[in-house]
């Protein structure tokens, strides 16, 4: 029997382990390993955004980052009749950060004396305050970093859902709508009247709420009642063209938010008459949608330092998987980082296909397990997150697909990637690749560079089935790591130690008929 201390091995091959006088051999290979230079854009329109993210971030090794969001907004109801006389009190935008919800870092505050300023209504006033999740420098100086929001008008036409946008996108912004000092929380609002301790107001979700232009909005919206840019939605997204959403700083950290559910809110009273005659000025409200059908776009800059900049200009670009490369194409260091930076890409030497081929044809060996393990490289060695999965392909022209480890061995718990110790600086990443290399050796498959980025797979809602290749989160997932690549030239296609090596290493257990 062959006894493993990884307890990792998928079912595929396990039927050659066992009684049947085979002895098992566990080896690691050397790999060719490089970067892939997606020269920082990505795909990132509303198709591909199930979460946008929000700030900036700088740091020493893969520089600055700075997001911003754009969107479309349209009336929930067109040709609108606000009433007579109808003026603007106020304008919110409210957002939906993702939070921590965990007890110890949640606050809760009460008014008990809070006078409810429309009636001077004497109320309650309860307030809850949740801290944002954020990526990057929760505190710069000891301080909590700070983040300046602002919105602007966005002044070129954005055009419909279904085209394909791209982050480096350049958009014409116009009047600045409103900003707010952020100090990373949300906060969720109750308000009671103190007489029957009933509510006031809705009760406020948890959320960020920015105060807009009201003058803006009276004349850009509700002074334009019975005007044709108000009749149909055709014409209003082209006569109010959009909102940018972004932050003042260029260092501080990154925020999350589903984009549909941001909303943005026109309060303003009109004239009401009654039967008898009389006027009363009435509170009211109005909605624009800020959801899915309108175009949303995540556009991403970022500033890169010189090393970063050097090892790009030595990859080789395949944006596109269509690019072959060559053998002697290859890096010390591996940069992985989400929307839209580096990527990486593995080649496994001919000479240790042959040499494999040549076991499979003379000694019957079988390979029972397979997996690519990946080294975080000592100079990331900080407590900025690592991402905890990654995207896989192989480089195909024309073709995008699963590994076929993913299919073939999805009916026994098979796990694309396993990590190990991502919180330290000896972290590590095992790709699992045992169908993929079985199809290479023992069934003379054509052997094709694998490419790796960061990011997860997305699935079904309802079924929990993957939706495909092209389905994931690496348009908007922050994370990134150096790892580590060809440590060693003198090791191409060699066996090496895996308790010494650290190189981009291809680990493979297999049987061999005594």
Do not use: W
């Given at each position: 029997m062959l006894n493993s201390c990884e307890g990792e091995l998928d079912d595929l091959g396990s039927q050659l382990v066992g009684a049947n006088g085979a002895d098992g051999y566990d080896k690691a290979f050397s790999l060719i390993a490089y970067n892939v230079d997606n020269n920082d854009v990505i795909r990132a329109d509303g198709s591909k955004?199930?979460?946008?993210?929000i700030g900036a971030f700088s740091e020493p090794v893969f520089g600055g980052q700075k997001v911003s969001y754009i969107t479309q907004l349209r009336l929930n109801k067109y040709d609108p009749d606000f009433g007579k006389n109808a003026v603007v009190d106020s304008v919110v935008l409210t957002l939906k950060p993702k939070y921590e919800s965990a007890t110890d870092s949640v606050t809760t505050s009460t008014n008990e004396d809070y006078i409810y300023p429309d009636g001077n209504v004497a109320a309650k006033k309860v307030v809850t305050t949740y801290p944002v999740s954020k990526y990057g420098k929760a505190k710069i100086g000891g301080q909590k970093?700070?983040?300046?929001?602002?919105?602007?008008?966005?002044?070129?036409?954005?055009?419909?859902?279904?085209?394909?946008?791209?982050?480096?996108?350049?958009?014409?912004?116009?009047?600045?709508?409103?900003?707010?000092?952020?100090?990373?929380?949300?906060?969720?609002?109750?308000?009671?009247?103190?007489?029957?301790?009933?509510?006031?107001?809705?009760e406020i979700s948890t959320s960020l709420r920015i105060n807009l232009d009201k003058d803006f909005f009276q004349n850009k919206i509700i002074a334009k009642q019975g005007n044709q840019v108000l009749k149909d939605a055709a014409s209003f997204i082209r006569y109010f063209r959009g909102i940018s959403i972004s932050v003042e700083e260029n260092d501080g950290y990154l925020f999350s938010m589903a984009p549909n559910n941001a909303a943005l809110t026109i309060y303003y009273k009109n004239d009401v008459t009654a039967t008898d005659g009389t006027v009363t000025r009435t509170s009211q409200t109005t909605d624009l949608s800020l959801g899915s059908s309108n175009v949303h776009l995540s556009q991403i800059s970022y500033s890169r330092p010189g090393a970063y900049t050097s090892a790009m200009n030595s990859a080789v670009n395949i944006n596109n998987i269509n690019n072959p490369v060559t053998p002697n194409n290859y890096a010390n260091k591996l940069y992985?980082?989400?929307?839209?930076?580096?990527?990486?890409?593995?080649?496994?030497?001919?000479?240790?296909?042959?040499?494999?081929?040549?076991?499979?044809?003379n000694d019957k060996i079988a390979i029972v397990s397979a997996k690519i393990r990946l080294y975080n490289d000592a100079s990331w060695d900080n407590k900025y997150q690592k991402p905890s999965s990654l995207l896989v392909q192989e480089s195909i022209k024309d073709t995008v697909r699963f590994l076929p480890d993913m299919t073939t061995l999805a009916s026994a718990g098979y796990s694309l990637i396993k990590t190990a110790n991502l919180s330290t600086v000896d972290a590590t990443y095992d790709v699992g690749v045992t169908a993929t290399i079985k199809n290479i050796v023992e069934h003379?498959?054509?052997?094709?560079?694998?490419?790796?980025?960061?990011?997860?797979?997305?699935?079904?809602?309802?079924?929990?089935?993957?939706?495909?290749?092209?389905?994931?989160?690496?348009?908007?997932?922050?994370?990134?790591?150096?790892?580590?690549?060809?440590?060693?030239?003198?090791?191409?296609?060699?066996?090496?130690?895996?308790?010494?090596?650290?190189?981009?290493?291809?680990?493979?257990i297999y049987t061999k008929k005594k």
């Open positions: 955004l199930d979460s946008v993210r970093a700070p983040l300046t929001i602002k919105v602007k008008e966005v002044t070129d036409f954005l055009g419909g859902v279904s085209d394909s946008l791209f982050s480096n996108k350049a958009v014409a912004e116009g009047t600045l709508l409103g900003s707010k000092a952020f100090n990373g929380t949300v906060n969720s609002v109750k308000i009671t009247k103190d007489s029957d301790n009933s509510d006031l107001i809705p992985l980082q989400g929307m839209g930076g580096s990527g990486i890409g593995i080649k496994i030497p001919a000479s240790t296909i042959d040499a494999l081929r040549t076991l499979y044809k003379n498959y054509a052997s094709h560079d694998l490419i790796i980025n960061v990011g997860s797979y997305l699935r079904s809602s309802s079924t929990g089935a993957l939706l495909g290749q092209k389905y994931n989160t690496r348009a908007y997932n922050p994370y990134r790591v150096v790892l580590q690549g060809m440590t060693d030239t003198s090791k191409f296609g060699e066996e090496v130690d895996v308790k010494t090596y650290k190189g981009a290493q291809l680990l493979l």
